[in-house]
C-alpha cells in the first residue's frame, strides 16, 4: 500500500498535466500542426540530439584517452575531465556571454592585441557548445568505468589474430561500452530537453522557453505544449530501454568485469596532439568560464575599494540565498531518501511486478522536465481547494523537487538494503526486535552509507535547479540559482559572478566528494 501511494505521488504532476491538456481548448494533437508549436519543437529536438551525439562522442573519446592510452598526466586528466559537472548551464552560458561582452575577460584581452572581438554566442550554435561543453562528462564517467573494468580476454585475443588498436576498439571494446555510451546519452538528451536557463541567455527559443513564456496568458496552450514534453521525453526514456535490453540479449555486457590490469594504447605521434585536444576542451569547460567569473567578481570588488559604484552585494544578499540553497536542498534530500527507501526495500527484498511498475513511475519522475514538474504543482493548488492552503509554499517547492530528482537516489538506496544480510535481520527478530527498532539498530547504522550518497546527489541536483525554482518557491524565497539568475537579467554582472562562485565552490566540493572520488574509473 505504501508503495502504491508513492507511485501515486510520483505520478500526480505527470497526471495533471495530462488532465489539464485534454480538457483545455488547445489540444495536443492540433498543436502539432500549428508552425507556432513546430518550431520551438523541431529546435528543442535539433538541439537536443546534436548535444546528445556531440556529447557522446566527447565522452567516449575522453574516457578512452584517459583509460586505455599513455595520455600524459592520465591520473590528473581523470579528475579534472568531469570536473564541469559542478556547472549549471545557465551559470555557464552567461559566464561565456559576460566573457566575450565589453568588460569582459576575453573582449578586453583582444583589445590589449588590438583585436575588435565581434565574437557573439546565441542561437543553436551558442546553445550547443555551453550544453555540449557541461553535459558530455555525464557520458564520459559510465564510459570511464565500464572501460576500467572491461575484460582484457576478448582485446588480446583480437591483437594475436592482428587486428590493430582502431579494429579493436571499433570492434571489440566499442560494443561493450555501448550501454554506458546509450545510457549517458539518454541523460543528456532529457538534460537538453528540460534546460530552460542555458537556452533563454542564448535566445534560442525551446519548448520550455515556450511554457514559461505562455504560463500565465494562455494557460491551455502551456499545458499542452508541457504534455508535448513530457511525452517526448518519456518516448526517448522507452526506447532507450528497449535498446538496453536488446543489447543485454545479445550478449552486450559479456566480459564485464575482468582484471584490474588494462590495455595501454601507446599514441605515439598522436600524443602531443591528444594532450592538446584534452588541454583545450578542459580550458574551455573548467578554466575559462570560472576566469570569466573571477574576472568579474574582481572588477566589482577593485571598483568598491576605489569608491566607485561596485559590488551592489552586502552581507544578506550573500548568507540568505546560500542558507536557502543549502537547508531547502537537504531537506529535499533527506524526503527524497526516505520517500524512495521503501520502494527500493521492495526492490532487494521482494522481486515483483508491481516493484517494476513503481520503480518505473519513480524514474519516470527523473524524465519529466523540471519546468513541468512545477507548472503543475503550482496550477494543481490553484485549483485544488483543499489544498489552497498550499499555494506559494515550500512543501510545494520540496515536492517538485522530490519528484524530479527521487530517481537519483532509488539506485544507491537499493544497493544500500541490499548490503544488510538478511540473517542480521533475522537475528534481531529472533531476539524481539520490533520493526522499529530493527530499522533503527541494525539497518540503518548498514544502510548509512549507501543512503548518504543517494542524498547527496540529491541535494547536489536540488542546488542547481533553476526552473522549478523560479516557478514554484514561496515569495521572496530565494535560492543562489535564483539570485545569480536574477542578478544576470539586471545586468549586475559583478554581482552575478560573486554568487556564482559561491554556488560552484559549494556544487565542486559535493561533486568531488559524492561523484568523482567515489567514480570507478579512479580506482
Not at 120 to 148: D, E, K, N, Q
Not at 329 to 347: E, F, G, I, N, Q
Request: proline share 5%.
Amino acid at each position: 500500500v505504501t508503495v502504491i501511494l508513492i507511485a501515486a505521488l510520483f505520478a500526480l504532476p505527470g497526471g495533471y498535466v495530462a488532465w489539464r491538456a485534454a480538457g483545455g481548448s488547445e489540444s495536443p494533437l492540433a498543436l502539432l500542426g500549428s508552425r507556432q508549436t513546430l518550431d520551438p519543437l523541431w529546435r528543442t529536438v535539433q538541439l537536443a540530439a546534436l548535444v546528445s551525439v556531440s556529447t557522446a562522442l566527447l565522452g567516449t573519446g575522453l574516457a578512452w584517452l584517459t583509460t586505455r592510452t599513455d595520455l600524459p598526466l592520465r591520473r590528473l586528466w581523470r579528475v579534472v575531465v568531469p570536473l564541469p559537472l559542478v556547472y549549471p548551464s545557465f551559470v555557464g552560458a552567461a559566464a561565456f556571454i559576460s566573457g566575450l561582452t565589453p568588460g569582459g575577460v576575453v573582449h578586453d584581452l583582444a583589445g590589449v592585441f588590438g583585436i575588435e572581438l565581434t565574437i557573439r554566442l546565441h542561437g543553436l550554435v551558442g546553445s550547443w557548445l555551453v550544453l555540449t561543453l557541461f553535459t558530455y562528462p555525464y557520458v564520459y564517467l559510465p564510459v570511464a568505468a565500464r572501460l576500467t573494468t572491461l575484460s582484457t580476454a576478448f582485446e588480446e585475443n583480437a591483437r594475436l589474430l592482428g587486428d590493430g588498436p582502431r579494429r579493436v576498439f571499433l570492434r571489440v571494446v566499442l560494443p561493450q561500452v555501448g550501454p554506458s555510451i546509450a545510457a549517458g546519452s539518454l541523460l543528456v538528451f532529457l538534460y537538453t530537453l528540460s534546460d530552460f536557463g542555458a537556452v533563454h541567455l542564448m535566445r534560442f527559443e525551446t519548448l520550455t522557453q515556450t511554457i514559461f513564456r505562455t504560463r500565465l496568458f494562455d494557460r491551455d496552450r502551456s499545458f499542452a505544449l508541457a504534455l508535448l514534453l513530457l511525452v517526448l521525453a518519456l518516448l526517448v526514456v522507452a526506447a532507450e530501454r528497449t535498446v538496453a535490453r536488446s543489447g543485454t540479449r545479445r550478449g552486450a555486457r559479456v566480459g564485464a568485469i575482468g582484471d584490474r590490469r588494462s590495455l595501454v594504447v601507446p599514441l605515439g605521434r598522436w600524443k602531443a596532439a591528444c594532450t592538446t585536444a584534452t588541454a583545450v576542451v578542459v580550458g574551455l569547460a573548467l578554466v575559462a568560464p570560472a576566469v570569466s567569473l573571477a574576472d568579474w567578481g574582481l572588477f566589482g570588488w577593485f571598483r568598491s575599494r576605489r569608491g566607485d559604484a561596485g559590488l551592489r552585494l552586502d552581507w544578506d544578499d550573500v548568507v540568505a540565498p546560500t542558507w536557502n540553497t543549502i537547508w531547502v536542498s537537504t531537506v529535499t534530500a533527506v524526503v527524497a531518501v526516505a520517500v524512495v527507501l521503501p520502494v527500493a526495500y521492495l526492490l532487494a527484498r521482494h522481486r515483483s511486478r508491481v516493484g517494476g511498475v513503481v520503480n518505473a513511475v519513480v524514474v519516470a519522475g527523473f524524465a519529466i522536465p523540471g519546468l513541468v514538474v512545477a507548472l503543475s504543482m503550482v496550477f494543481w493548488t490553484l485549483h485544488a481547494s483543499p489544498f489552497e492552503f498550499l499555494i506559494g509554499s515550500m512543501p510545494v517547492l520540496v515536492f517538485a523537487y522530490v519528484v524530479h530528482f527521487g530517481a537519483q537516489a532509488v539506485r544507491t538506496t537499493q544497493v544500500a538494503v541490499e548490503a544488510v544480510p538478511l540473517r542480521m535481520e533475522d537475528a534481531a527478530r529472533l531476539l524481539g526486535a520490533g520493526r522499529l527498532r530493527r530499522l533503527a539498530t541494525v539497518e540503518l547504522p548498514l544502510m548509512a552509507p549507501g543512503l548518504a550518497a543517494g542524498a547527496g546527489l540529491v541535494m547536489l541536483s536540488t542546488m542547481k535547479e533553476l526552473p522549478a525554482t523560479l516557478l514554484a518557491s514561496p515569495i521572496g524565497f530565494q535560492t543562489l540559482a535564483t539570485q545569480i539568475w536574477n542578478t544576470y537579467e539586471a545586468l549586475f554582472l559583478p554581482e552575478m559572478a560573486v554568487l556564482a562562485l559561491i554556488l560552484l565552490a559549494i556544487s565542486a566540493t559535493m561533486t568531488w566528494l559524492l561523484v568523482i572520488r567515489r567514480s570507478e574509473h579512479l580506482r
